[in-house]
């Protein structure tokens, strides 16, 4: 990976309020998933934006509903692979294709909370971020049994890294 992306280390639900704050405000919308995970909704709310959701299909991400659902206020899509709560998980190959497909000017925020559960290489995921215009977001909370600790990690273009880090807390 490219060494000028950053590892920005918080509790995932910080870094993911903290996107938002940064990245979306009123008028703006963040797009998610029908069972995506549900403290999206809130960190959109407290940043007062707009929260939208594209259907699943059998409890799975489906890429062509997230991108029929975004519009010109979309300012960035959410996706939780593997599920969370659902457990269940597209193809790399669907999130690349989703990746290039979005316009350069929305974020796309891939949450892994579930990454260590995945058989796939994670790898072509990690690389997006070097696009400038995607963010990976890990967890040690659900793999190594931390749940009640809230460790996580995100993977940032320098540029987002920045604006995020204005925002979390500094104890972190």
Do not use: H
Not at 60 to 83: E, K, M, Q, Y
Not at 88 to 101: H, K, M, V, W, Y
């Amino acid at each position: 990976l490219d060494p000028g992306l950053i590892l920005c280390g918080a509790g995932s639900m910080e870094l993911i309020s903290c996107l938002i704050r940064a990245f979306a405000g009123q008028g703006d919308e963040v797009l998610g998933t029908e069972y995506g995970y549900l403290f999206l909704r809130t960190a959109v709310q407290q940043a007062q934006a707009d929260y939208a959701q594209a259907i699943e299909d059998q409890m799975t991400v489906s890429v062509d509903a997230l991108l029929a659902t975004v519009t010109p206020r979309t300012r960035i899509v959410f996706l939780c692979n593997p599920g969370n709560p659902t457990g269940t998980r597209i193809p790399n190959s669907e999130i690349l294709r989703l990746r290039d497909a979005l316009p350069s000017a929305v974020l796309l925020v891939i949450d892994q909370a579930y990454g260590e559960f995945d058989s796939q290489d994670p790898t072509a995921i990690f690389k997006l971020v070097e696009r400038g215009d995607t963010v990976v977001l890990r967890t040690l909370s659900k793999a190594y049994g931390l749940a009640g600790v809230r460790v996580g990690w995100g993977l940032f273009p320098p540029a987002i890294s920045a604006e995020v880090r204005k925002l979390i807390n500094p104890n972190n």
